[in-house]
């Protein structure tokens, strides 16, 4: 019905209980065109109809009751926003359609539409203030100019709005008049609002009382919380959370992020984490962008690990360190790690070394190999599934996974970077563009990242840019001698397959060209030498900053 069209069109443009990463305009712009046929002229001809019912006798308002009832206004609403936002493909942005729509919902008693009308008189998305709502009058002379504050006129019109909303039970517009009765609004020497204390407080204390269930919510899912009745703080969170608060928003992804998981595995519970924290950043959370980017960095929604694991810091270090450029790290920082490294594979070569002196029997053998995920002559040559063949397709998938997520991850840090000017956001995709990760590797772009991380925030992260900017500096010339050394050795190549003249020299090259190093191995020469040990002297330099610093604060 035209009805649920309002409804499901509101839910598509907020992004409110749909899946994906970003609101769905075009799908709220079908269902709001579904519950407005024939446009704003269609749904004016109908309005004008239903003025003139009481003239009308029983007989014709039964003919005309379906026609008067076809425009939604919910849906009018909606394509006011739309025509604000604007649709890519579909819809450009035109203010005088939007306070068209919005006009005629008002007039059908939409009082979100008197809220926005109100909102548009006063600025918003509309910088031409009361020139754009001259539309009604051609012989007027209208300049496409921008204001730089409200007019009188405007104030007033708003403020005659924001009233009207108010009696409809428009929280938002009660809240704004509030605003706008503490402070007061004088133009021109004119007081066109006269500042009234005892008016702002009654409509802020109206306000605080009509969200009072949220209100108790997170004041007992707060008790809850720091009383230890984890699940508990949980489940009042996630209810407040519904409501749109982003204060639950971020507590609910903590605590899911925390290992409170209501009886789901590990994997579910991450990912109801990080769609608390998506929710948060589409109503503008910087650190909730920021912990998006993370989760998909770090690949904590991999499908290659084990659901079921616990929340163990050794298993998120395997999961954080598996997408690091440089995993071997992990175990300078953490040295405790490295025993359980060695002990693997300790009993691994030594399993290979008794297989080599003493061969197992043979049922021995395929039982093992069975156990391992390795296939069997009968599994190849039958129907029965080969857990090897599975076991290398999933390590294609993962590879492919893991860069879809590298670029999710860069997608949310450039949210926080553009929107927010975060520091860590900048620096992040610095980092990304020196590697590679997600991002094309391009060293010039990602020193520019990386400077404007040190400009913001009050210079604070300036130590650490420098010393990313050193360590970059280092990897590029590793890059580049390695690119440098690869053409080389391909030029020989090249030469000495097409020389003829002398067959020694012919053969020195061939064998020259048949031992040549690849890329892999001249960067992994390079990666193991007194460079990359200065690299890791500075990053533990870095690290005790980092932590004196915090000491310091924490006192």
Known sequence: SWEAAGQAGKFHMWGMGVEGDERNLRKAYDYFKLGTPG????????????????EKTLDELWDLGTEIYNCDHP?????????????????????????????????LGNNDAYFNLAMMRLGWMNPFYKTAFDYKNPSSKRENVAWSSPSPKDYMEAFELLKRADNMGHIQAKHRLAMLYSRGVTKDNLTLIPKSCSKALKLYM?????????????????????????????????????????????????LFEQGICLGMNRLNCMKASVRMWRAAARSGDEEACLRVGDFYYYGHLREDINPDDKFDNSVQRDIEYSSSPLPWVRYILY??????????????????????????????????????????????????????????????????????????????????????????????????????????????????????????????????????????????????SGMYVEKWLRNRRMASSSSTRHDTTLQHYQMVAANSKTMKDVLIFHIFNGETALILFLAIILTVLVQEVQHRRRR
């Not at 446009?39 to 009481?54: A, H, S, V």
């Not at 926003?81 to 035109?94: D, K, R, T």
């Open 335 to 480: 040295p405790e790690d490295l025993l359980p490294f060695m002990k693997k594979y300790a009993i691994k070569g030594t399993r290979r070394m008794l297989n080599q002196i003493s061969p197992p029997r043979e049922n021995d053998t395929l039982t093992r190999l069975e156990r391992e995920g390795f296939c069997t002559n009968d599994e190849l040559n039958g129907e029965k599934s080969c857990h090897a063949q599975s076991r290398k397709m999933d390590t294609n998938e993962i590879s492919d996974e893991q860069r879809n997520h590298f670029e999710i991850a860069a997608r949310y840090y450039r949210k926080a970077a553009d929107e927010h000017g975060s520091a860590r956001a900048n620096f992040n995709l610095g980092f990304m563009h020196e590697w590679g990760l997600g991002l094309t590797q391009d060293f010039p772009l990602a020193k520019r990242f990386y400077d404007v991380s040190a400009k913001q925030k009050s210079g604070e992260g300036e130590l650490a840019v420098q010393i990313a900017l050193l360590t970059m500096n280092i990897h590029e010339f590793f890059v580049k």
């Open 39 to 54: 446009g704003i002229e269609g749904c004016k001809r109908r309005f004008q109809k239903k003025l003139t019912m009481k």
């Open 206 to 254: 109206e306000v605080t009382a009509s969200g009072n269930p949220v209100t108790k919510r997170m004041r007992a899912a707060y008790k809850q919380y720091m009383a230890g009745d984890y699940e508990s703080s949980l489940r009042n969170y996630l209810a407040a959370a519904e409501t749109g608060s982003i204060e639950a928003q971020v507590n609910s992804a903590f």
């Open 75 to 107: 849906c009018l609403n909606g394509r006011g926003l739309l025509n604000l936002f604007g649709v890519p493909m579909i819809l450009s942005v035109n203010i005088t359609a939007a306070i068209e729509y919005f006009e005629l919902a008002k007039d």
